[in-house]
């Protein structure tokens, strides 16, 4: 599996609709999507999947440059529920199709069903030409982070998590990454960020920035339940080596607030059986680390003027040649994730 800051040909997105995620009938929502997206879209291709229904309204308010095709889904959150590219031994890019859950299935899952979501890896590969390894292994996009050189980081809370697949040990776990993705070092780390929903995704908490770096979600309040998560992952990726026998160099992100969802925000949401409820007051599991890295840019979350400078100084310390584009996201963060929760990059294969 190539790492995200390797060459991509393109990107793909999926179109916010429903009311029991997304609040005043997704309309905020789908226009922090199109901001991501007018974005994302310049500093790569882009295409957008959206349902039948929601198919013109898409295309209406998305930037021409961008691709709109009708894809059905249960939500949008397509590095999950999209395929995760590999490059295979002849330099051809294909796709793994994992088994998608929603995070949990009947047992701690956000939603039910999840079986449009669990085809919209199937229907991207016949759409981009790949061939499709499909496994019964269930695994989330954003529960793994690749250095492109063999390296995975994760979290024990969410790939050993029985709502996954069933009871696992590491080893089981690792001999999947390596059969699926070509890893042959996991770095474990304990758990996600504090009440991230999705039950512990490594793409909220820690990065690879590029071979041997990595940003890591930090505060320096200790009385906060982040600060021992973030402090134990530090401990853990300053005791790591990477699959070349690197230690790794450990880049801080200060996170932003703590935020939490306020009473109108609540209010707009719809209640629907068999959807997490979403409560004023509720912690948001917000972090600088979820953002997209395009071929010419980043695109980075925007949530408080009190740490947003400082996060996208250290990104564009981190990144020099490519510019750092900050959308305001809470729209997406109301959903329990952010811009890289929503995107799925497809890697350049090294033959055609
Ligand atoms: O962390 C991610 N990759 C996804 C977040 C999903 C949130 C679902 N409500």
């Known amino acids: 599996m190539p790492a995200e800051y390797e060459r991509h040909t393109g990107c793909w997105m999926l179109w916010p609709e429903r009311p029991d995620i997304w609040r005043d009938g997704a309309k905020p929502a789908q226009a922090t999507f199109a901001a991501i997206a007018s974005a994302i879209v310049s ?55 994992w088994t998608f859950n929603a995070w949990g299935g009947l047992n701690g899952g956000l939603y039910f069903p999840w079986d449009r979501d669990d085809e919209v890896a199937q229907k991207v590969l016949e759409i981009e030409g790949s061939d499709r390894y499909r496994t019964p292994f269930v695994l989330e996009g954003g529960a793994i982070h690749v250095d492109g050189q063999g390296t995975c980081l994760t979290t024990e809370e969410c790939l050993l998590n029985p709502n996954r697949n069933g009871v696992t040990s590491k080893t089981q776990v690792e001999r999947m990454l390596h059969r699926f993705l070509g890893i042959t070092t996991v770095i474990w780390l304990d758990r996600g960020v ?86 004023a007051g509720d912690r948001l599991a917000a972090s600088y680390i979820n953002f997209y890295i395009a071929n010419k840019c980043i695109v980075m979350p925007l949530y408080d003027k009190r740490w947003d400078g400082a996060a996208m100084r250290t990104l564009k310390r981190l990144f020099p040649s490519r510019k750092i584009l900050g959308v305001p996201t809470r729209e997406v963060l109301l959903g329990g994730g952010n811009i890289h929760c929503i995107t799925q990059q497809v890697p350049r294969p090294a033959v055609r």
């Open 43 to 97: 500093g790569e291709p882009l295409t957008v999947g959206a349902s039948a229904a929601q198919f013109q309204n898409a295309r209406a308010r998305l930037p021409a440059a961008v691709r709109v095709l009708e894809i059905s889904s249960n939500d949008a959150w397509i590095r999950d529920s999209g395929p995760t590219f590999v490059i295979d031994g002849k330099g051809r890019r294909r796709g793994v199709d």
């Open 194 to 279: 504090y009440l991230d929903e999705t039950g512990g995704h490594v793409d909220e908490l820690a990065c690879f920035t590029g071979p041997g770096q990595v940003a890591l979600t930090w505060t320096e309040d200790r009385k906060d339940p982040q600060y021992e998560i973030s402090r134990d992952a530090h401990e853990r990726l300053e005791q790591a080596r990477d699959a070349r026998g690197r230690s790794l160099t450990i880049h801080k992100i200060h996170q932003p607030g703590p935020l939490y969802m306020t009473a109108e925000e609540a209010a707009g949401i719809d209640v629907r059986a068999g959807s997490r409820p979403r409560q």
